[in-house]
């Protein structure tokens, strides 16, 4: 697509089906979330978009390709692909108002588009990870993939590395796309894969025990248990898509924003554990990296093996 994304599917604005909706209030009751907070909190809206945009008629939801074309070589300290290049908020949330734009919709926390809101404008809000919003979910609704085993969506023929966008929209359309079946059938590779157990069945995460968690939300010492499951993994974890064997169809980005740069790439154990505050903010200029900041990389660095 002309704005890099790789996929686009549009669905109703309604609230989310009941079993879905009890099967979050569920995983955040049992305290599956760990301590991120922000997960539950403004439950009502994640449920039902409405009470984010009352104006709202259609979700719009995009995908955009992060699979890296060059990577960390397996011997090397890892990090989940995600967060190879630039911050994905950025990226996707300029891409998602550009799109808004086209069609005339304007968002309306930042009056961006405003421009043409005029009498044949319509009310939007766009959102990426900083709004309540259930995105795989409405992925799924949207009919541009099925939600896997793993608990990460899936497009047929291109795999999991995708970040996701939604636009909240007071714009009607004549058709909308309908919802994906499943196509993991009896395949259990993520659940094996996990080496935590924090996928103990299918479709069931306990973010609390996931390495991303772990290594990134969570501001206290990791487990001892959990620690030494980590193995040369520094930040986030891939484990869980990379054996899905859907992800054989994923294809390099396009998107140059999400490229690795050739500092990050050629980085050895030595220079991670000597990693200054100065090299961190060098390296992770304008990256997803930052949310975990200095101290939360230097705690899982100095839990690396003594030899790799």
């Avoid at 190879?84 to 108002?97: A, I, P, Q």
């Avoid at 939600?147 to 636009?167: D, E, R, T």
């Amino acid at each position: 697509m002309r704005l890099g994304f790789s996929a686009c599917g549009v669905s109703r604005c309604e609230p989310v089906e009941q079993k879905v909706a009890d099967a979050f209030l569920s995983w955040v009751g049992e305290g599956r979330h760990g301590t991120m907070a922000y997960m539950a909190g403004n439950v009502e809206k994640r449920l039902n978009p409405s009470l984010l945009l009352p104006s709202a008629r259609s979700v719009i939801v995009v995908a955009m390709n992060y699979y890296p074309e060059k990577r960390l070589r397996d011997d090397q300290v890892q990090f989940a692909y995600y967060a190879y290049g630039k911050d994905y908020h950025e990226v996707v949330r300029s891409r998602l108002l550009k799109l808004a734009a086209s069609l005339s919709i304007y968002d309306i926390r930042h009056r961006e588009g405003a421009a043409c809101a005029g009498s044949s404008a319509y009310e939007g809000l766009v959102c990426c990870d900083t709004v309540p919003v259930l995105e795989r979910y409405w992925a799924w609704k949207s009919g541009i993939g099925w939600i896997g085993k793993n608990s990460s969506l899936i497009i047929p023929h291109a795999g999991s590395f995708f970040f996701l966008g939604v636009l909240l929209t007071e714009l009607e359309f004549t058709e909308y796309d309908v919802p994906m079946v499943s196509f993991c059938g009896n395949c259990e590779n993520c659940l094996r894969s996990c080496p935590t157990g924090a996928l103990s069945s299918a479709y069931h995460l306990d973010a609390s025990r996931c390495l991303s968690y772990l290594t990134i939300e969570n501001r206290g010492e990791i487990p001892p248990e959990y620690a030494e499951k980590m193995g040369n993994t520094v930040y986030g974890c891939d484990r869980c898509q990379l054996c899905c064997p859907h992800n054989r169809f994923a294809t390099p980005t396009e998107e140059v924003a999400f490229a690795a740069s050739d500092e990050f790439l050629s980085m050895t154990v030595e220079q991670w554990h000597s990693l200054t505050e100065e090299d961190y903010r060098r390296l992770f200029s304008g990256s997803a990296v930052k949310r975990a900041k200095y101290t939360g990389l230097r705690r899982n660095i100095d839990l690396l093996p003594e030899e790799q």
